[in-house]
């Protein structure tokens, strides 16, 4: 596998770095800003003999080099300061991504892109939109890493390990964040026999806020250690092939009533990309959430198109 990872920051070295670690891929690693690329690879590649890992990592500035890769990850673009909400950066991030997009598209046809720039529901329709790729080939990552946060709080909350914590989050990735409840799990307990409602809402709100949580207390730049594993975990089910069932943000034709939009949905994800949406159980209220979810993206792409 050939994985190019466009955008060199904090998002983009740690992916790169996980990608590198866990034996998933060639990598290419690329930004506009000239040597850093370059100095980040060479880093990288001389953290392998002591972390024992296959140094294939190429960094440049030159998309030549990204030719022929089977997964593209973008996250070039800007990310939030405190105070900011992640629409802030919609304009400046969609020009970022026109430009990305119409580079890398046509040098590597049969390419995944998995979006990471926010805001990203909106910037992964508009990288489906630029690439004209088939949309099971273009999606977004956001359920993994708010899934993630989710299962860190509540195994806080409950003072459990994180690993016997399931949990998924679907919708937006933002405000419009769907928590699903009943589909969570301690230990194979359902969680709402585990904690009182206000605790859920408290856990699901701090979800929401997640982001701008780390923002506030690193004062620049935001969050970059659980999305860049998250990614990898995208990465790591189309390299393996394991149709594993992850929140992703996808094209839905239908699914849960929506139609024509791209939206937070649990995906089996492996060879090819997005293999099917799979349709849960949800409730009235989940399901109204998440029609509302992705009637607020639908809304954010007609003004992008205007801009
Ligand atoms: N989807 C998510 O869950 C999630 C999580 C974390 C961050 N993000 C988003 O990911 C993006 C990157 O975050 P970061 O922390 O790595 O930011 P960063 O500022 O550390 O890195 C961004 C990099 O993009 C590069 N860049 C800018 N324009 C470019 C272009 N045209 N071509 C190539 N490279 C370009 C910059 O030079 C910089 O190195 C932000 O938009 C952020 O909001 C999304």
Redesign the pocket.
Known sequence: MKVTI???????QTTAMRVLQKGLAEVVL????EG?PQGLALDMKESAPVERFEPLITGTNDYAATAGSDVVVI??????QPGMS?MD?LAK?AA?IR??VGEIAPSSPDAILIV???P?DEMTALAADVSGFPKERVM???GV?DSARLRYFIAEELGVSPLVVEAMTLGS?GDAMVALPRHATVDGRPLPELTDEATLERLFQRTRDG?AEIVGLLKK????YA?SA?VAKMIEAIAGGTDEVLPVCAWATGHYGIRDTYVGVPVRLGAGGVREIVELDLNDDELAALRQAADGIRAKCEDLAKL
């Open positions: 466009v955008g060199s920051g904090f998002v983009g690329t930004d506009i800003v850093l996250t070039a673009g800007f990310p939030r992640r950066l991030n970022i430009g990305v990471v720039t926010n990203l977004g990552m956001a890493l990735h982001g730049g935001s969050a970059y999305p998250s």
